[in-house]
C-alpha cells in the first residue's frame, strides 16, 4: 500500500494547519479546491490538514499551489464558479481586508485519522496550530516521519484546477 512519503516532495515547505471539519471532508472528496484565508503562506506548500473540534486530529495530505491574492469580490467569484461557494459568504469572510488569499490546492489524500490524544501520547510537545506551522523544521521533524508513513486511503489529483482558475480570472462574468 502506497504511504504518504510516495507523494511527498522535499522541496516543498511542510506545514501542519487547522480547518474546520466541513471544508476538510470537502478538501478530501476534492468538492473543494480552493481554501481561502486572510493571511497565510502564500507560495507553493505540502501540508497535513488537523481537523478542529471534539474528534479533532490528522487524517490528511495536500499539496497546494502557490497563492493568489485578489480582491475579496474577485475570489467570492472565483469560489462561486469552481466550488460551488457562496461569494457574499467570501466576501464577508475576506472583509474588511482589500485583498485575500486563494490557496489552489492541487493534490489530496486522506488516511486512518490520528486522534489529538494518539498525537499528544507519541509527541509530548504536539500542539494543534491556530495557523500553521512547519513540520519540516528541528521541533517537528519527528512528527513529519510518523505522518509520511501513514498508508493512503484515497488520492485526489485536482491536475485542472490551475487551468480553471486562469480561466475564471481572465473571463469575468
Known amino acids: 500500500m502506497a504511504t504518504v512519503q510516495d507523494y511527498y516532495d522535499p522541496q516543498l515547505p511542510t506545514l501542519l494547519f487547522s480547518l474546520h471539519p466541513q471544508p476538510a471532508a470537502a478538501i478530501a472528496t476534492g468538492d473543494k479546491v480552493i481554501e481561502f484565508r486572510r493571511r497565510f503562506y502564500p507560495?507553493?506548500?505540502?501540508?497535513?490538514?488537523?481537523?478542529?473540534?471534539?474528534?479533532?486530529g490528522i487524517s490528511g495530505y495536500v499539496q497546494c499551489a502557490p497563492a493568489i491574492t485578489a480582491a475579496p469580490a474577485v475570489l467570492g467569484r472565483l469560489g462561486a464558479r469552481l466550488q460551488g461557494d457562496d461569494p457574499q459568504v467570501t466576501m464577508a469572510y475576506l472583509a474588511p481586508a482589500s485583498t485575500g488569499l486563494a490557496i489552489p490546492v492541487t493534490s489530496a489524500i486522506t488516511f486512518e485519522p490520528v486522534s489529538l490524544a494518539d498525537l499528544k501520547a507519541q509527541f509530548p510537545n504536539f500542539v494543534a496550530p491556530r495557523s500553521y506551522v512547519?513540520?519540516?523544521?528541528?521541533?517537528?521533524?519527528d512528527q513529519l516521519a510518523y505522518l509520511l508513513d501513514q498508508d493512503c486511503q484515497t488520492v485526489h489529483q485536482n491536475k485542472d484546477v490551475l487551468t480553471k482558475i486562469k480561466h475564471v480570472l481572465s473571463n469575468p462574468d
Open 43 to 56: 507560495r507553493a506548500f505540502q501540508a497535513f490538514i488537523y481537523t478542529t473540534g471534539k474528534h479533532g
Open 134 to 141: 512547519y513540520l519540516d523544521r528541528p521541533p517537528r521533524r
